[in-house]
């Protein structure tokens, strides 16, 4: 009885392809063999994505291992870590209209503008300014700039240090507030995506029957 050939796959994390793309297993998967026909096994096809498939391609373990037995039908395929992993489809988009840009720039600057507006009323902040000036210097001033101009730029500067940007430029390498809830909203999408979307193998011998 000839010894089995041992092949270990491990899926490998979120990969994003254009539609047109042949899919291999070498592709969306690490290959471990102690096989001499490694690199048939890493050029085993699994899928070419289409428009059809949608922008998301659910990529299950089974079928690699059945990609895998199609070249090489004795081997002891054994699977590591994660069971399905996503393809992202990049579908080609349309350039941003400058127009639209700069609506949605300035919605969100008046909405940000009005908002710390807002709070500066509720909590009374001139008030709180007039009263501070007048307990270090001794004199009342109705508009207190020496204070409100520090103030204010230290508002802004505080929120560039916040969101660790000033345009292009970060200050460190560390994610900031928005990028670590944009990760875990995509990594919620994603899990999301793999509980309840029907694996793209399965979807593909359901329709061939």
Do not use: C
């Not at 042949?22 to 096809?45: F, H, K, N, W």
């Not at 994610?175 to 979307?197: A, G």
């Amino acid at each position: 009885m000839a010894d089995l050939t041992h092949v270990y796959v491990k899926l490998k994390g979120k990969i994003k392809q254009p539609p047109g793309t042949t899919l291999r297993v070498g592709d969306i998967a690490d290959v471990l063999t102690d096989s001499p026909y490694e690199s048939v096994i890493q050029d085993a096809v699994l899928h070419v994505l289409r428009i059809e498939d949608g922008n998301r391609y659910v990529v299950d373990m089974m079928h690699v291992i059945r990609a895998v037995r199609a070249v090489m039908p004795d081997a002891d395929v054994h699977g590591i870590g994660a069971g399905q992993m996503l393809v992202e489809i990049e579908i080609p988009k349309r350039p941003a209209s400058l127009l639209l840009v700069a609506f949605v720039w300035l919605v969100l600057f008046i909405g940000s503008a009005l908002a710390i507006m807002n709070f500066h009323t509720d909590v009374s902040m001139q008030e709180v300014h007039q009263r501070v000036y007048e307990l270090v210097t001794g004199h009342k001033n109705a508009h207190p700039f020496i204070l409100q101009i520090p103030y204010s730029i230290g508002v802004g500067a505080g929120m560039i240090l916040f969101f660790n940007h000033l345009f292009r430029k970060r200050f460190n390498e560390e994610p900031s507030p928005l990028e670590l809830e944009m990760f875990l909203y995509q990594q919620n999408l994603d899990d999301y995506v793999l509980t309840h979307e029907t694996p793209g193998g399965e979807q593909h011998e359901r329709g061939g029957k």
